[in-house]
């Protein structure tokens, strides 16, 4: 019994990390085709619009 929960806890382990590797490898993959799209325009950086206040300014890398 205590191999089987050791296997389970072990296996929950794994695809945690597995998940939140596959979440990292879109985030890195999102970041170099904005860089890429960025370099083919010659833009400095990417704006966005304020919701609340309607104002343009360029999106940080924090910002989702």
């Known amino acids: 019994m205590a191999q089987l929960i050791f296997l389970l806890v072990l296996f929950a382990g794994g695809w945690l990390l597995y998940k939140r590797?596959?979440?990292?490898?879109?985030?890195?993959?999102?970041?170099?085709?904005?860089?890429?799209?960025?370099?083919?325009?010659?833009?400095?950086g990417t704006l966005i619009q304020d919701p609340k206040t309607g104002e343009y300014r360029v999106k940080r890398e924090d910002d989702v």
């Open 21 to 44: 590797m596959l979440g990292d490898a879109r985030k890195l993959a999102e970041k170099s085709r904005r860089a890429e799209k960025e370099r083919d325009t010659g833009a400095i």
